[in-house]
T-cell receptor
Framework: RKEVEQDPGPFNVPEGATVAFNCTYS??????FFWYRQDCRKEPKLLMS???SGNEDGRFTAQLNRASQYISLLIRDSKLSDSATYLCVARSNDYKLSFGAGTTVTVRA | EAGVTQFPSHSVIEKGQTVTLRCDPISGHDNLYWYRRVMGKEIKFLLHFVKESKQDESGMPNNRFLAERTGGTYSTLKVQPAELEDSGVYFCASSRAVGGTPLHFGNGTRLTVT
């Protein structure tokens, strides 16, 4: 079983739309969670950390449900520049990162 | 500050040959990590250095892979002899503290074994 599972998409949305997707993690001992963004043939870059209380960073909202081992990301007012692959990441207490395979989002004009 | 740099960006080698990948972390970052993404799969942890010491190498696939970080600065990852299944993108990342956020990734080395 994969440690982090994501819907691969693709999610194809028009500019200005809201898009949401999620992931699940299998290791209940995971300590911290993140969303990374990866553009085509580029390195992953941290988008935001995910906290139990839920957190926002501009148009991005992340939620964590530890009981269900479920993490979500919502993007409001989508921009063309939001087109990318979004990687769900869990960090265990030995600081190793476990990545999901990524969710592809394409925002069209 | 300069980011994590990796060399080469691409490498195409034949099965059975040797390849050495290099990573220069951000200056002052004691923690250096190697990750790998094989085609169609998720990015997976290979190993973690703290300065020159291997903190965790549980993700190394087999003994054909050898990572070093002499002097605690740059790191090399050697694959000898390379096999077809070693093809993928090898990412290096660094952080100042263990588990530090964010983890800064390099652009990766795309390795193709034919």
């Amino acid at each position: 079983r994969k440690e982090v599972e994501q819907d691969p998409g693709p999610f194809n949305v028009p500019e200005g739309a809201t898009v949401a997707f999620n992931c699940t993690y299998s290791n209940s001992a995971s300590q911290s969670f993140f969303w990374y963004r990866q553009d085509c043939r580029k390195e992953p870059k941290l988008l935001m950390s995910v906290y139990s209380s839920g957190n926002e960073d501009g148009r991005f909202t992340a939620q964590l449900n530890r009981a269900s081992q479920y993490i979500s990301l919502l993007i409001r007012d989508s921009k063309l520049s939001d087109s990318a692959t979004y990687l769900c990441v869990a960090r265990s207490n030995d600081y190793k990162l476990s990545f999901g395979a990524g969710t592809t989002v394409t925002v069209r004009a | 500050e300069a980011g994590v740099t990796q060399f080469p960006s691409h490498s195409v080698i034949e099965k059975g040959q040797t390849v050495t990948l290099r990573c220069d972390p951000i200056s002052g970052h004691d923690n250096l990590y190697w990750y790998r993404r094989v085609m169609g799969k998720e990015i997976k942890f290979l190993l973690h250095f703290v300065k020159e010491s291997k903190q965790d190498e549980s993700g190394m696939p087999n003994n054909r892979f050898l990572a070093e970080r002499t002097g605690g600065t740059y790191s090399t990852l050697k694959v000898q002899p390379a096999e077809l299944e070693d093809s993928g993108v090898y990412f290096c990342a660094s952080s100042r503290a263990v588990g530090g956020t964010p983890l800064h990734f390099g652009n990766g080395t795309r390795l193709t074994v034919t």
